[in-house]
C-alpha cells in the first residue's frame, strides 16, 4: 500500500513535467502574429501574391514558426529554440543561433510558466523572449547584444520529491512584447513594463496590470493591453500612455474563453472576447456597440481594406464592418481548418491543415488558398509537399513565406530563377497514395548552404554617361543623393547610389527603363524613368511646404485595382524617411483617376488607392493621425482626358501638407468628411492654407 502511494505521488508530479515537454499542436488560437504593424495583417508592404510557385524551401531542425522579413532577409525561429537568418531571395542561410546557449548563462535552476515567444525587428536588432528572458541580438550577425530576465520571486519553493531543494522563481514573461518607437513593451504575470531597446534598461513599470496572455497594441501614443484577475474572473482591457505607464483608462469586459489583444482604427478600440466583439472609444474607452458572431472567435483582429477580419470557430474567416459590426463577407473552411491569415488589401491568404492519405494512414499536410475576400473569388492555391502543420505565413515583395513542419517555403513570383534542394524532390506534390519521401532524404538541413543553388555570377551590365541636373524651386543647383536602378523579372540587377551637386554626369545601364530616384533634404523625392534615348535629364525637386499639394509620380498600382506596385516602394521609402524625420509634418493622400468608366467606381477606386499609400505608411511606423485620405476619382483633372498622355497625367496621387497645429487639424478633418464642403471652402478663399 505505501508502495503504491510513492508511486502515486511519483506520476502526480512528474506527469505535468512530461507532458509539458511534449511540444504542444500549433494552432490559431495560439496566433504567432507578424508585430511589423499594427493592423496584424502579416504583410508591410502591400504588394499582392500573384501566384503559387515554389521559389524555394528551408529545412530547420525544428519545427519553424514566425517568419519575418527585414532588408532582403527572413528571420524564424523552430520549436527547438533556434533562430534562423536566410535570404529572402534564395533560402541561402546567414546565421543560426540556439537560445538555449544563452538562456544558460542564467541560473541553470531556474525556471519561470509560459510559452516562448516570436521574433520582432527593430532598426538592426532582433528581439525574441522566452518564458525566462528577452534578448537583443544583432539582425547581420546573430551576435547577442544584450538580455534581460523576469524580475525574481520575493518568495521561493520547495522543489524535488522530498522538498530538499529551494529554487529562485522568475516571474514569466506573458504577453508577447511588441515595439514602437525605441522602447519595447511586455506584460509579465505581475506587472507591465517597457525596455529601452537600445540596452534593456527598464524605461517604466506598472504593477497594477496583471499580464497572462495576449500582447500590447499601440497606436499613436497609446498602448493597449489586457489583464486577467482569475482570483475574481475579471478581464480588463487597459489604454495607457506609451512614453510614462501612466493608465488613460480601463473597461472590464466579459471574461473571455481565449485572450486575445484588440486591434485600433480610427479613434476606435476593437476587444474580441469569446463570441463577441467589443467596439470601445479610444479617448474614454466608453462601449460604441458590441457584437455576437455566433462562434467563438479564434484568431486575434486584423484589419485591411476598411474591413476587421477573424477567425471563427477554427473553420472560417469573418469580415466585418467596423463603424457597426455587421458582417460583410465569410469564407467557410471546413471543421477544425485552424486557419492563419495574411491579407493584403481585400486579397486574403489562408494557411490550414489537411489530412492526406499516405500508405492508409492519415498525414497532416500544409494547404494556402488564396481569395478575394470582398468577392470570395478563389485565386490560388498550394498544398506543401511535406508532411507537418502550417503556422502564420507573412507576405513581403509579392511572396509569401509559409511556414509547415520542419520546412519554410517561399511562394510566389515576384523573383528571378530560385531553387529547389535536392534537384526537384521538393518540387513535387505526392498525390494521395503516394509514398512521402522519407525526412532523411528531404531537402538538405537548412545550416548547410546547398551547393546546387547558388547562379553563376552574373556579368556586370554595360554602362553609358548620362548628364544629369538636379534642380531646387528657381531653377538653382541643389546637392542630391541619387540612386540608379535597374529591373529584370522583377529582380534588381543594378543598383548605384551616389551623390550630385547641382549637376555632373553619372553611369546609368545601357537599355530602357532605368530608375533614376533623386532625393534631397527638405524636398519630395521624385523618380524618373530613363531610357536609351536620354543623354542628358533636368529633374526638379518640390520642396515641401505647409498648405501645398504635390503630385509623386511613379506611385504605381495594378490595372484597375488598388494593389501598389513593386515599383513603387522607392519612392514611398523616401517619404517615409521624410515622415520619420519631421515627426510634425502631417500629410492628406488624394487619390485622382483619369475619366474612364462610371463615377461613382472612379471616386471609390481613388479613395482605395490612397487608402493603399496611408496603410503602407502606417504599417512602416507612421501615426495615423498624421495621416488623411482622399478619393476624388476624375473630379479634378490636370490634363484633357482626351489624349493617352493626358490620361495618364490625371491618375496620379497627390500629397497635401497640413498645417501642424490645432486650427490646421480641424480644417484637415473638414476637408476629409466632405469633399463638396471641401470644394466650397477652397472656392470661398475665407481660409489659406500656407505657412
Known sequence: MKRSL????????????????????????????????????????????????????????????????????????????????????????????????????????????????????KDTMLFVSDPIAIYAFDKNTGAVIWARTGYREQKT????????????????????????????????????????????????????????????????KYLFTQ??????????????LADTGKEVWSRSIPKPLKIFPPVVYKQKVYVPSSTRIHCLNLTDGKEEWSKDYGGLISSNPGFTDRAILFSRDNSAIVAVDPSDGSVLSVIDLGPQASPYFVTVRDQIYIATNISLNRDGKAVTHGMVRA?????????????????GGVSQPVASKGMLFLPAGDYLYAIGDTYG????????????????????????????????????????????????????????EGGAGISAQVEVKKREKGETVYHKTLTVNGSGEIDVPEGDDVEVLVDARGYLPKKEIVNSKDKEKTITLDKLRKGKSFVVDNINFEFDQAYLKKDSIDILEKLLKIMKDNPGQRLEVRGHTDSTGKKEYNRKLSERRADAVIEYMVKNGISPERLNAVGFGDAKPIAPNTTLEGRRKNRRTEFFSLINNAFGRLIGKFIVSSYRYYSWFVQSRQVTLCE
Request: glycine share 8%.
Open 371 to 387: 481569395f478575394n475576400f470582398v468577392t470570395r473569388e478563389a485565386l490560388w492555391e498550394y498544398q506543401t509537399p511535406f508532411p
Open 227 to 240: 489583464s486577467m484577475d482569475f482570483s475574481t474572473g475579471k478581464y480588463t482591457v487597459h489604454c495607457l
Open 6 to 121: 510513492y508511486l502515486y505521488f511519483a506520476l502526480a508530479l512528474w506527469l505535468p513535467m512530461i507532458l509539458l515537454s511534449v511540444p504542444p499542436p500549433i494552432s490559431a488560437d495560439d496566433w504567432p502574429i507578424y508585430k511589423g504593424n499594427i493592423y496584424f495583417t502579416g504583410n508591410n508592404d502591400e504588394i499582392i501574391v500573384k501566384s503559387n510557385t515554389l521559389k524555394w524551401l528551408f529545412q530547420a531542425t525544428g519545427r519553424a514558426v514566425n517568419p519575418v522579413v527585414s532588408d532582403g532577409n527572413v528571420f524564424f525561429l523552430d520549436m527547438n529554440s533556434h533562430i534562423y537568418s536566410v535570404r529572402e531571395l534564395n533560402g541561402a542561410l546567414n546565421w543560426k543561433k540556439d537560445i538555449r546557449d544563452v538562456s544558460k548563462v542564467f541560473a541553470s535552476r531556474s525556471r519561470a510558466a509560459g510559452k516562448v515567444k516570436y521574433p520582432l525587428i
Open 417 to 472: 530563377k530560385g531553387f529547389v534542394p535536392k534537384g526537384d524532390l521538393a518540387a513535387k506534390k505526392p498525390g494521395d497514395g503516394e509514398k512521402t519521401p522519407p525526412e532523411k532524404i528531404t531537402p538538405p538541413e537548412g545550416e548547410k548552404k546547398p551547393a546546387d543553388t547558388p547562379e553563376k555570377d552574373r556579368e556586370p551590365l554595360k554602362t553609358r554617361k548620362m548628364k544629369l541636373a538636379v534642380n531646387g
Open 157 to 220: 519553493a520547495p522543489q524535488g520529491l522530498r522538498g530538499y531543494t529551494s529554487v529562485a522563481m522568475v516571474d514569466g514573461i506573458y504577453a508577447d512584447p511588441i515595439i514602437t518607437e525605441n522602447k519595447i513593451y511586455y506584460g509579465t504575470r505581475n506587472m507591465f513594463l517597457s525596455r529601452e531597446t537600445r540596452n534593456g534598461h527598464e524605461s517604466w513599470s506598472n504593477d497594477s496590470i496583471k499580464t497572462y496572455s495576449g500582447f500590447p497594441t499601440f497606436y499613436d
